[in-house]
Every structure is written in C-alpha cells, then in structure tokens.
C-alpha cells in the first residue's frame, strides 16, 4: 500500500511531514513492513497554491489483509485529525493506492507536478483509471500532491532530511537549539549535508521560523550521515520525535531545459540560455 498525503497544513501552524511522522507510529502497531524510507517529495515550487515548500508525503509498506480495514480507518481520521480545514488556502488531500508496482503513467504525473502546473481533472481521472482511492476537503487540490508523492520513487538522484518535532508545549515559542553546535556540525559532516548554515549572514538555516512543529531539519547526501549530524545538534529543548526521510530535494528535479524562450510558460521551472539586453 501507498499513500500520499499533501496540504494539511496552513500559515498558522501544523505540517503535512508531521503528520506522516505521526501516521508512521499509528501504522506499526498493525505490523506493516514499510519498503522504504517516508518520501518527502518536493513539488513544481512555483505553484502559486503552496502554503511553505510544495512538499507532498508518502509512506510505502507491506500489510496483512485482516489489517487492511483498521489501517485505512487509523489513515483517514489521523489525517482529518492534522487536517486545517477552517483555514483559508488549506486543501487537504489523500490518496491510498494498493500495488506493489508504481505504473509508468503515475511516474510521469509526478514529473509533471514537479515541474509544470497540473489540474485537479488529471489527478482524478487517473485515479479513477488506476482502481485508486482519494478523498480531499476544500477545493481538493491536495490530491494532486498525494497522488504525486505515490507516484514519485526517487529511482535517480534523492538526497535525505532528518527532522526532528518539538513537543507541544513548545510549539509558537522561540526555537532553542544550540547554534554554536549547528556550524560545528556543517564543519564536520560538509559537503555531505547542505543548507544548514549561511555563512555570509553567520545565521543557522536549519530552523524554521514559523509556528510549524518542526524543530530543525538536516538534509545529506545519506540517511548515515544526517542521523550522525544530528548526534552534533546540542538541543536546548526537548525532542517529540525525529524522522529520516529520503528526498528530490537538491536534485534539481524541477528543472527542465527548453530550447527556445517562446517554450517558457507561466509558473514552469526551467534551464533557459538567452541574452538580456
């Protein structure tokens, strides 16, 4: 079973990763056997819909059928659970797929959301072509990343991200992470992890700012290396839960070349070679 989660969060707080974190817990305790690392897929980031970063989830696993009902049902109120519904912008979707091949077609709906504008008639129609099942509160628009994170398994280049939660009676405070220990940190594990510090501004990029749950986050080039950064990480808070997650991130897989400027359109990522004059 596959499933894809997208846009449960909004500007006011909650993230759609958390959830997945959450679920992952939720999900053991019916023996799954998950195939993967959660995938925490990047989508086109010029989407004029995206609360933070596009980023779409899916967890992949093996299950036994006398399960099957009770994992689904967990899936879905966890989900409305985590859902900012009354939030405006806020478009929950997911999406359960069951088959241990990903087909072709999805692949290539999945390059598509990350590089193009896709509608919410494409989404379903291929859920509905595939024997899938979706569901989406508001306008729906989360489908589409859900059904994008199934279909995107990262066979070519993926980096990993460790993110680590805060607990709830932190959430909205200041986050308290030692930053001393950050830059130490990028010292000892660069170039094999990226972006945890500006050295420019002397500023640690791996917090956030917002009132998500996120602690920090650290991407790498391997689960080995991200887990080992963050052993160097002094927090200066306590730690709900902590997550590897492999990635597109830092791939460039939003990206495409075109060869001439009339190819460009409104909200595309592309390579393009002109000159400005």
């Known amino acids: 079973m596959h499933i894809g989660l997208d846009d449960t969060d909004s500007t006011k707080g909650g993230c759609t990763t958390y959830l997945a974190a959450v679920l992952l817990e939720k999900l053991a305790k019916f023996n799954v056997c998950f ?3 959660p995938a925490l897929i990047r989508l086109n980031p010029n989407v004029p819909w995206k609360t933070r970063g596009n980023g779409a989830l899916c967890l992949r696993f093996t299950y036994s059928e006398e399960f099957e009902d009770q994992i689904k049902s967990t899936t879905m ?3 409305e659970e985590h859902s900012a519904v009354k939030e405006k912008g806020t478009d929950p979707g997911i999406v ?4 241990l091949e990903i087909p072709a077609e999805l692949t290539a709906f999945s390059k598509k959301t990350e590089t193009a504008i896709v509608t919410l008639k494409e989404a379903t129609a291929l859920i509905k072509k595939l024997g899938a099942e979706a569901a989406g509160f508001n306008s729906c628009r989360g489908i589409i990343g859900g059904l994008a994170a ?12 460790l993110i680590a939660y805060r607990t709830p009676e932190n959430l909205g405070t200041k986050r308290r992470v030692d930053e001393d220990s950050i830059f130490e940190m990028d010292k000892l594990t660069q170039p094999s992890t990226f972006n945890n510090v500006d050295t420019e501004k002397g500023r640690v990029i791996i917090t956030p700012r917002g009132p998500d749950p996120i602690l920090f986050g650290i991407r790498g080039e391997s689960a080995e290396i991200v887990k080992k950064a963050y052993g160097l990480v002094k927090q200066l808070e306590p730690v709900e839960r902590w997550v590897i997650f492999r ?3 830092g791939t460039d897989a939003h ?3 075109v ?3 009339a190819a460009l359109e409104p909200y595309s990522s592309v390579i393009a070679k002109g000159t400005v004059s």
């Open 35 to 37: 195939t993967d690392y």
């Open 77 to 79: 109120a966890l989900w």
């Open 96 to 99: 359960i797929y069951k088959n």
């Open 150 to 161: 199934v279909g995107e398994i990262l066979e070519c280049d993926h980096t990993y991200e």
């Open 247 to 249: 990635s597109n991130q």
């Open 255 to 257: 990206l495409t070349r």
């Open 259 to 261: 060869q001439t400027l």
